[in-house]
């Protein structure tokens, strides 16, 4: 049976939501040469919001869409207390201290999270509406999958239109290309720079709350997913939003790809690639060479 | 001047740092003459070693539990040699094997006998040695294997009271070809690690059907991954056989299973394969979603606290529960009861508390538990010899952790424990 079709149906199905994992990192690079390591623990916070709030049990759609998007509002909260109290004093002092901060951070949250929370793993049910599948060439595609494409697509959309056409975007471009300058001609560097990062925090705790009915909510999914996304942020170019869901569906699709005709390679299949683009390209599909020099 | 100042501090600070050695080790050596202090106040203390943190920290959290539960049952009876009451220490260490050494010689220098040693194979490789060279008697209530237990074991005083993944193995390859004789295929989804690796060819070499099992396909993925999509969307499209004649064989654990499998019921995967089979404990997967488990063999040391009607289970249960209320048993809490059990026995029966007696007075030891009475493994074998149990657990949203066990097999331990025994 030919199985390429479903191969590349599925890497699609995997790459779209891999994305809107991927999309705060690079959006939070882009703007403030931070490389967010805290994002998985930010991810998984959300995650353990949604589940936690939901129970468990199977409820409503709107109480389901409701608690997706109160997750990812809680974590951009908990983004404004972490800008404020640590990532704005790092701003200045070079990417290598805001690694170190934000690994601390990412510690602390995989701490944290079993206090809380219990060492169990929790799961959340799909609402009824959500539930079932759908057969494309060969390949069987959940329900929720299309959701989780809609939910990456709509986000890509809504990050274009915002940095393009927003002043907020313009503002945030302008303090990527050159804060200094950009303070000099007026724009409030700090609160836009804050204003970005809570947006990114928003966009992992969504992100946790969407793949959380695929996945198992536990301090494992800090690490899961996260490592991924760093491959599709860093291939598709640090601090391009295109280049990042170009990079992580091009990366579901070969991972399909391995899975179904070169098993013994699959676990491995994202970091060749990433070696190979390191290699040929350094600077990623869509990213540029002097942001390179900064990192 | 400088040169002889800079020298000066050098070899005051050498000296210091000797002085601090020389300290350090005499308190251990006290510590260490003194060995039995943890018992000479009326109170034996066993220990226990694993992350009560972290990815694994519920297989720790359950060992505690299960035994604690021991202990308070001795205790209640009168203790172990003539009246002296047990105690449990746990060590709180990360899941690497630096921290389980760390950990053993800490229990090392404060006299505790015995250690129900550690959660993870490559810690009880690190720390094995460290309790035989302290004279600690190293009961696993984590680790198993030929390598551990077997005939041709490096470490003599090491015991396990785990089950092991060729036992497991054993036992499925037994059960399923009775139960799925149209079973031909089997897929494998596991983690990339050796008893991920290497459960499914002990199963096909030790499938006791009329016609043999072949692996079809397998998949492994790096521990802790949680993302199965590519696997579940290639495995829907390439498992065109019969449902009757392929089965799917899972050795993920914990919330890989768990992910994996919420992934297989939403594509609708679980409807192509005759059975789901599990070897790394099903029962935490199962609770975990609530009611909407869907059917699984799993094969392990306990598998699921029901399916068994005598009067030590019950009473560890009952007890269980006081400890935990609305928890139930896991094979690790089993695990670390039966350890502790064997423990006493071997405290009572040994003429002094040292390493070589008690691991003499361990051998061959019977042990009452609460998959029935077994024996400890003698010369050839420091492995447990209880019941492999192999049950299809599933979703009940009526029972009270929403599991329920929809059949149930045991195959002795001295049958299911062979391939280890030739290891």
């Known amino acids: ?295 | 001047m400088r040169h002889l100042a800079v020298r000066r501090r050098a070899g005051v600070g050498l000296m210091a740092m000797m002085a601090v050695v020389i300290g350090i080790s005499a308190c251990g050596s006290n510590a260490k003459s003194a060995s039995g202090s943890s018992q000479s106040s009326g109170k034996i203390t066993l220990g226990l070693i694993g992350p009560l943190s972290g990815p694994v920290a519920q297989t720790t959290t359950d060992a505690r539990r299960g035994a604690q539960v021991a202990i308070d049952q001795i205790n209640a009876a009168g203790g172990v040699r003539g009246g002296q009451k047990l105690a449990l220490k746990v060590a709180n260490e990360p899941a690497d094997p630096a921290g389980s050494v760390t950990a053993m010689r800490n229990f090392g220098s404060e006299g505790v006998p015995i250690v129900m040693g550690d959660m993870l194979s490559p810690d009880c490789d690190a720390s094995a040695p460290v309790a035989q060279s302290l004279g600690i008697l190293d009961i696993s209530a984590g680790c198993a294997g030929g390598n551990l237990t077997g005939p041709k074991r490096e470490f003599k005083t090491f015991f396990s009271s785990a089950g092991s993944d060729s036992a497991q193995a054993y036992a499925l390859g037994h059960v399923l070809p009775a139960r799925y004789p149209k079973v031909r295929n089997l897929y494998v989804v596991g983690y990339d690690y050796l008893p991920g690796t290497q459960t499914a060819s002990y199963i096909e070499n030790t499938w006791k059907g009329k016609e043999p099992i072949k692996v079809k396909k397998q998949y492994f993925v790096p521990l802790t991954q949680l993302n199965f999509s590519s696997i579940v969307s290639t495995i829907g499209a390439s498992a065109t056989a019969a449902p009757g004649t392929q089965g799917l064989l899972l050795t993920t654990y914990g919330s890989g299973t768990l992910a994996l499998l919420q992934e297989m019921q939403q594509s609708g995967l679980i409807n192509k394969f005759a059975f789901i089979a599990a070897t790394f404990m099903y029962y935490q997967p199962a609770v975990a979603l609530k009611g909407k488990a869907p059917k699984v063999v799993d094969s392990y040391s306990y598998v699921y606290w029901g399916a068994f009607h005598n009067s030590v289970n019950n009473k560890f249960v009952a007890d269980y529960l006081k400890i935990a209320p609305g928890q139930y048993p896991s094979d690790w809490s089993f695990q670390a009861y039966v350890a502790v059990l064997a423990a006493a026995k071997a405290l009572d029966k040994a003429k002094k508390v040292n390493l070589a007696d008690l691991s003499s007075a361990l051998e061959g030891a019977t042990i009452n538990g609460p998959t029935g009475t077994f024996q400890v493994g003698g010369a050839d074998s420091h492995q447990f010899l209880f019941p492999t149990v192999v049950g299809q657990l599933g979703g009940d949203p009526s029972a009270p952790d929403g599991v329920k066990a929809f059949s149930l097999n045991t195959i002795p331990g001295e049958l299911s424990n062979s391939i280890a025994f030739k290891e």
């Open chain 1, 1 to 295: 049976m030919n199985l390429l079709l479903p191969a590349i149906i599925g890497g699609i199905a995997y790459g779209v939501p891999l994305f809107l994992v991927a999309s705060g990192l690079t959006l939070v690079y882009g703007v403030l040469r931070v490389l967010n390591f805290a994002h998985g623990g930010l991810l998984m916070v959300g995650a353990y919001l949604f589940a936690w709030a939901l129970g468990g049990r199977s409820v409503s759609l709107w109480a389901f869409i409701g608690a997706i998007v109160g997750a990812g509002v809680v974590v951009g909260l908990l983004g404004i207390l972490v800008e404020r109290g640590m990532f704005s004093r790092l701003y200045g002092a070079g990417t290598e201290v805001s690694l170190l901060g934000s690994y601390g951070l990412l510690l602390f949250l995989t701490g944290i999270a079993p206090v809380i929370w219990g060492n169990a793993p929790l799961t959340q049910a799909l609402p009824s509406a959500l539930a079932g599948k759908v057969t494309i060439a060969g390949a069987a595609v959940s329900v929720f999958e299309f959701v989780e494409v809609g939910v990456g697509v709509g986000v890509a959309i809504g990050l274009f239109l915002l940095l393009k056409r927003t002043r907020l975007g313009v503002q945030a471009t302008a303090v990527a290309e050159d804060r200094e300058m950009a303070r000099a001609l007026g724009v409030r560097a700090a609160r836009v720079s804050g204003l970005v990062f809570v947006l990114g925090c928003f966009l992992a705790g969504l992100a946790g709350a969407v793949v959380a009915p695929t996945s198992a909510v536990s301090v494992d999914l800090a690490s899961s997913f996260i490592l991924t996304a760093f491959a599709a942020v860093i291939i598709g170019g640090l601090g391009s939003v295109e280049g990042a869901l170009i990079a992580a569906v091009g990366l579901g699709i070969i991972d399909s790809l391995c899975v179904t005709y070169l098993p013994s390679v699959e676990p491995y299949s994202f970091y060749i690639v990433l070696a190979v683009m390191l290699t040929l390209r350094p600077q990623g599909l869509l990213g540029r060479r002097q942001a390179l020099g900064q990192f």
